[in-house]
């Protein structure tokens, strides 16, 4: 594993420890990222689900928000999942031209699973679930309410865009670490 990227997962608030098992379950190191510091030599970010509003108060408080715009303009590719799609947009660290609605689809009540066909998963027949619909867990999910052009839709459900890559930002609406399905934080991986 000496050639393995160093994937940091921010671990302010949310289920940041089921990512660091996925990440490292598909040969990757992990670093729990919770000041600057620990975004030193990282090839990659992992902005987990969570509640948006305390993961925005912890990213001041700890002063990470210059540090974390600074590192994803350099390049370093980042996957943002449920609150982690909210704290890329416009309203939050700016880095992906869209607008997040949350909490779009309804309260924890009606949070909900649905099969969804994701741009870029497909095609690697070494993967069982190649070519199959990703199964998608959403609870107090968001959606995109408003995008910019240079920002390209990957999944849609219902009508509304629930997946977007913009640069090297992946952004979901959904619970990726939470099914065994990992073929996200592969096409993540990919971009590293």
Known sequence: MADAPLIGVLALQGDFEAHGRMLQGLGAKVREVRVPAD?????????????????????ER???????????????????SCAGLIMLDRDHLGLMDMRAERNAFG????????????????????HPASNHPLRAVFIRAPW???????VEILAVLDGHPVAAREGNMLAVAFHTELTDDDRVHRLFLSAV
């Open 39 to 59: 975004l030193d030599g990282l090839e990659g970010l992992v902005i987990p689900g969570g509640e948006s509003t305390t993961m925005t108060l912890g990213i």
């Open 62 to 80: 700890e002063g990470l928000r210059e540090p974390l715009r600074e590192l994803v303009k350099k390049g370093v590719p980042v996957l943002g």
């Open 107 to 126: 309260r924890q009540l009606r949070s909900f699973e649905a099969d969804i066909e994701l741009r870029g998963i497909d095609g690697d027949p070494t």
């Open 144 to 150: 995109i309410a408003e995008h910019g052009p240079g």
